[in-house]
């Protein structure tokens, strides 16, 4: 089965950097990976998609790549804000609709 | 739209007891999916429905049921509550086939089982 793997570890970053987070995936290449955001309390709010055949997809400061080589996604936000702390999971899906999803890697923007 | 809804936020329970969580979605969805998330565990489906009066079970189904007997509607059971069920729980929908593949989520419900 899939297994989708994110860092664990928090990732702490000042205030204006950009901050990338990675997801890797196991096994077959899904044909999209979807990036959500959660804030403590709340349920996951969906943001990016982006497809097999796509390399890089854009939406503000969110850009998200996926190599199939590699087997990774990784997903950046520009220009980082306070306001940006949360959690992000990865999720990846290919031919049904039961998306396996990662455990999400906390951001931790610094002002 | 008030998109998905879930009732209730809150519960507490005691060991054996039961009850249901219901979810409501107002987007005309065809799938709908029930998760718990667990601390270092992520989000892990327990049972899905792909349209109404369909359910499926999914990585996590053991001491859930679950119905869809309303499109909008997918409720979740706990029928003898244990420790182990103590969880946030998340349900999520989105349209059918063809359709966009992202999930809307509820707000979640906190479960303790005591």
């Known amino acids: 089965s899939q297994k989708i793997e994110q860092n664990s570890e928090a990732l702490n970053i000042q205030e204006g950097k950009t901050a990338t987070l990675t997801c890797n995936y196991t096994?077959?290449?899904?044909?999209?990976l979807q990036w959500y955001r959660q804030d403590p309390g709340r349920g996951p709010v969906f943001l990016l998609l982006?497809?097999?055949?796509?390399k890089e997809k854009r939406k503000e400061r969110l850009k998200v790549t996926f190599d199939t080589t590699l087997k990774q996604s990784l997903f950046h936000i520009t220009a980082s804000q306070p306001a940006d702390s949360a959690t992000y999971l990865c999720?990846?899906?290919?031919?049904?609709?039961?998306?396996?999803f990662g455990r999400g890697t906390s951001l931790i923007v610094h002002p | 739209n008030a998109g998905v809804t879930q009732t209730p936020k809150f519960r507490v329970l005691k060991t054996g007891q039961s009850m249901t969580l219901l979810c409501a979605q107002d987007?005309?969805?065809?799938?709908m999916y029930w998760y718990r998330q667990d601390p270092g565990m992520g989000l892990r489906l327990i049972h899905y429905?792909?349209?109404?009066?369909?359910?499926a079970k999914g990585e996590v189904p053991d001491g859930y049921n679950v119905s869809r007997l309303k499109k909008q509607n997918f409720l979740l059971g706990l029928e003898s509550a244990a420790p182990s069920q103590t969880s946030v729980y998340f349900c999520?929908?989105?349209?059918?086939?063809?359709?966009?593949?992202?999930?809307?989520f509820g707000p979640g419900t906190r479960l303790t089982v005591l």
């Open positions: 987007m005309n969805h065809e799938y």
């Open positions: 999520a929908s989105r349209p059918g086939a063809g359709g966009h593949i992202e999930q809307f």
């Open positions: 982006i497809r097999e055949n796509e």
């Open positions: 999720a990846s899906s290919r031919g049904s609709y039961i998306p396996t």
């Open positions: 429905s792909v349209g109404e009066g369909t359910t």
């Open positions: 096994n077959y290449s899904p044909a999209y």
